[in-house]
């Protein structure tokens, strides 16, 4: 449990060392903002399957076997975050009925590093999307930690995939 809140934490540092981690946390603190708790809470459910679902397409994409190791992370993950959830909702009812500003704020933070999991998956198995592009130079310490090689060796990797990709198109022009 420990090992995984220090990853968290590492995680949410590697964010926020970024301009689009900043933009895009507080966007997502400013829409948790003006919604309920419940509507948070399920941002945070929804957030956390969709990192689950897109996590299995880069495994596949990677031709890995998908282990169990990837159902006992997530189940680990609603574990830790539901208790913390749970704690600042609790905190909320104790400071009063309509006070929202602590759970909001931890679900935003929850929210924000699962949706860069949820980038660096996509770019993963999407490596030629426009947008996702020009996130690249923001996630590549957070794609090389999910392809197990140096944060220096993602913009080549990409590279050299795109490169294999544009001959594919060339050759296949030739024979047309």
Avoid at 12 to 34: C, K, P, Y
Avoid at 104 to 128: G, K
Wanted: proline share 2%.
């Amino acid at each position: 449990m420990g090992n995984f809140i220090n990853h968290f934490l590492d995680k949410l540092g590697m964010i926020l060392s970024t301009i689009w981690g900043w933009v895009t946390g507080i966007g997502i603190l400013v829409f948790n903002t003006v919604v309920s708790h419940k509507i948070a809470i399920t941002l945070t459910v929804v957030v956390v399957l969709l990192d689950l679902v897109w996590g299995i397409a880069r495994t596949i994409k990677q031709h890995q076997f998908t282990t169990s190791e990837l159902m006992r992370d997530s189940v680990s993950k609603f574990a830790v975050y539901g208790t913390a959830i749970l704690t600042f909702c609790i905190l909320d009812r104790l400071m009063g009925e309509s006070v929202t500003l602590t759970t909001v704020v931890i679900c935003s933070v929850i929210v924000l590093v699962e949706l860069w999991s949820i980038l660096a998956n996509a770019l993963i198995v999407f490596p030629n999307m426009p947008f996702l592009k020009l996130l690249q130079p923001a996630l590549e310490g957070e794609i090389a930690s999910k392809l197990s090689i140096k944060p220096e060796e993602v913009k080549k990797v990409f590279d050299d995939y795109r490169q294999q990709i544009a001959q594919k198109r060339e050759e296949k022009k030739k024979r047309v």
